[in-house]
């Protein structure tokens, strides 16, 4: 259904770092064009305008799930917005605040000095593990270009086609020399969806996986190209954990 | 007894709420309160590789992502007595200054600008074709294609590694930022006016807080070793019992309250204490009370504008056959900490390494946990005597906002009680 301009934007933000929201900031060059077409309801760190009950077309979602309260913002969130978009890292897999090991209460008491005990919290949950969700754009942080051509796409009725390709054949369309080959560095290229044109490899810095694990992911085979390249079993399993997959 | 609730704080990076107990009509307690979720950063990093803390912990925060990880490369670099090599210091440092750049327009122009002109947010300036808006949103680009060219990308910058950067711009690149630069260095004086006058701020009183910032007379201190409260310097490894960080139960962010404090840090500290950073512009700062931090924020700029030109200048003539980074045979253990000044503030990494390379500890004091304890006190002093309820709760907004407060940096929570969803921007409830 293709939706009549002006459209309800909301974003609403959880546990991660702002950074989703500000790649969106961050089009400047674009901003005056999406002010003619969307009409922000809810987005604390641009606006003051504040919609309680607006009926809202599109909603970015970012940021993991962490307390209860988190979740019951969600839910209502979910129940005023038609299309929901998870966005980034942290509301697709979790990303790195899932890094934290053993008993959460232990972390929070040490982290905060013994105040910890009082706070409901939990381990952080990606978007979909509670409600529905109509698309994802992934990255840590999302390319810019793909947020403005997911929002132009949804306008116009359609979504943005997903990536089905690694980072790795990307690497190749731009002729870069293979990092895992020539450095033995511990590039996640050939598991990690593509759509960022191989930003990091085009600068001679190794992949880390921030947009997210491809479908039929060789991942054998990179364990055992990293093992060849030197790398330690645990070396490999915190590298792949970094943006929420496992060994 | 009345209570007002600013909730949730609008244009101010993360989320946060302040309370106002009104009492007899007049104010007679103020909570400020960052309400971030708990991340736990300095838990998830223990056992850790050392060289994989960078790319996690600049995770904290965006704006300040360069700052993160710069700072804790300098904090673990130190750690392990590793010296980097000059042109690698000079990326760094442009970097960081990329991220003054954008995180000050940001503030000024998308955060600040909305108050000045009465209106919501920047958009609504946008679609009216403000000039001001325009080239200030412009301004911010340039910002963060410096921080693009030098750190590979705008948030999460991926350039700076262990040891040193992992590449060098192109010449065309930075040819292209110098030409930029000029326009920029130009106009600038003119731009800024707006961010300059009195009557675009609510009446202030004197500003709460020592002044602290690092030690350094010049440059940022990408390697600061000592900070500077005024009255003395001391190391930077002696933070915790200057700063005396401790946590609180009703907010997230680890208070500081050492015997010198409470203290202030951002642009506005700054401006107090470096002497070459001095307001560059003819104006008794007092006057503007916290609403100085803007002034000094625009004063920043300018001075940022000219030491990107003497960087970029050194890169250009750079020899682009010396190492980018230097190489650790092996690691070892020790503790570390580095200061710097991010865009709002004094911001300190600290760590303990094994002998493996396996981060044991780690403790980061961010500048919107410095300043926290100045806001309450800031909103009190300068509204003692409003007894408007609109009035209180907007100008009470605005101090907040002055700070230029980075709650997610802040990393550290209170139990949120679930009046946030209420998504009202003065909510009064009486008792």
Redesign the interface.
């Known amino acids: 259904m293709k939706l009549k301009p002006p459209i309800n934007l909301a974003w609403i933000r959880f546990t991660s770092c702002s950074g989703c929201q500000l790649m969106l900031l961050n089009c400047e060059s674009s901003l005056a064009e999406l002010a003619r077409i969307v009409a922000i309801r809810d987005f604390p760190l641009a606006s003051s305008t504040l919609a309680k009950n607006a009926e809202i077309d599109i909603g970015l979602v970012e940021g993991s799930i962490t307390t209860s309260s988190e979740l019951e913002r969600l839910l209502a969130f979910r129940r005023k917005v038609h299309l929901l978009v998870a966005v980034g890292a942290c509301a697709l897999t979790a990303g790195v605040n899932s890094l934290v090991r053993g008993e959460r209460r232990q972390a929070m008491t040490k982290v905060y000095a013994g105040q910890g005990d009082n706070w409901n919290t939990f381990p952080p949950q990606p978007v979909d593990h509670f409600v529905k969700v109509d698309g994802r754009i992934p990255g840590c942080p999302p390319e810019p270009g793909e947020l403005l051509n997911s929002i132009g796409t949804l306008l116009n009725g359609g979504w943005a086609g997903h990536q089905v390709m690694p980072v790795c054949m990307e690497c190749r369309v731009n002729e870069n020399p293979c990092l895992l080959e020539r450095d033995r560095a511990p590039c996640l290229g050939p598991i990690t969806l593509a759509g960022c044109n191989a930003r990091c490899p085009n600068l001679g810095v190794p992949c880390e996986g921030c947009r997210g694990v491809v479908a039929e992911a060789n991942r054998d085979e990179l364990c055992r190209l990293f093992l060849a390249a030197g790398l330690t079993d645990q070396e490999i399993n915190h590298r792949l954990e970094r943006f929420g997959e496992t060994t | 007894m009345t209570r007002l609730v600013v909730d949730?704080?609008?244009?101010?990076?993360?989320?946060g709420r302040v309370e106002l107990l009104l009492k007899e009509g007049r104010l007679h307690d103020v909570k400020v309160r960052l309400l971030?979720?708990?991340?736990?950063f300095?838990?998830?990093v223990?056992?850790?590789?050392y060289d994989?803390v960078p790319?996690?912990v600049c995770?904290?925060?965006?704006?300040c992502?360069a700052a993160h990880k710069l700072t804790s490369l300098q904090a673990l670099e130190k750690l392990m007595a590793i010296r980097i090599p000059t042109i690698a210091a000079v990326l760094r440092e442009l970097l960081l200054l990329g991220g003054h750049l954008q995180s000050h327009a940001?503030h000024l122009f998308?955060l600040i600008l909305?108050d000045l002109c009465g209106t919501?947010?920047?958009?609504?300036l946008?679609?009216r074709?403000e000039p001001l808006a325009?080239a200030g949103?412009?301004l911010?680009?340039f910002g963060?294609r410096i921080q693009e060219i030098a750190g590979?990308?705008?948030?999460?910058p991926?350039?700076p590694?262990f040891g040193g950067v992992?590449?060098i711009p192109d010449k065309q690149l930075i040819d292209g930022l110098s030409e930029e630069l000029r326009h920029w260095q130009a106009c600038w004086p003119d731009l800024c006016q707006q961010f300059l006058q009195l009557s675009n701020y609510p009446e202030a009183s004197p500003v709460i807080g020592n002044p602290l910032a690092t030690g350094l007379q010049e440059a940022f201190a990408l390697n600061g070793e000592s900070l500077d409260y005024g009255e003395e310097q001391v190391d930077s490894s002696e933070y915790a019992q200057l700063l005396g960080e401790?946590?609180?139960?009703d907010s997230?962010a680890?208070d500081s309250n050492g015997q010198a404090g409470p203290f202030l840090t951002g642009a506005l500290a700054r401006a107090t204490l470096v002497a070459g950073r001095k307001l560059r512009f003819d104006m008794p700062a007092e006057t503007f009370g916290i609403h100085g931090n803007n002034l000094a924020q625009a004063s920043e700029i300018g001075w940022t504008l000219l030491r990107i030109g003497q960087l970029l200048e050194t890169l250009r003539q750079a020899d682009r056959s010396e190492p980018l980074r230097a190489t650790l045979k092996q690691a070892n253990g020790g503790v570390g900490t580095a200061a710097t000044e991010a865009p709002r503030g004094l911001l300190i990494h600290h760590y303990v390494v094994d002998e493996w390379g396996k981060v044991v500890a780690a403790d980061i004091v961010t500048p919107t946990a410095i300043n926290q304890r100045v806001m309450a006190a800031q909103i009190m002093a300068d509204l003692a005597n409003e007894k408007d309820h609109e009035r209180l709760c907007k100008v009470a907004e605005r101090i907040v906002r002055a700070y230029d407060p980075c709650i997610?940096c802040a990393v550290?929570?209170?139990?949120?009680e679930?009046s946030?969803?209420?998504?009202?921007?003065c909510q009064k409830r009486s008792k």
């Open positions: 949730p704080l609008t244009r101010v990076e993360g989320h971030e979720s708990p991340r736990l300095e838990s998830l223990v056992g850790r590789r994989e790319d996690l995770r904290i925060c965006a704006i992502s940001l998308c909305p919501p947010d920047l958009l609504v946008l679609q074709k325009e949103l412009k911010k680009a963060n590979g990308r705008v948030v999460h991926v350039n590694v992992a590449y401790h946590s609180r139960a997230h680890k997610s550290h929570l209170v139990k949120v679930n946030s969803e209420k998504g009202l921007t």
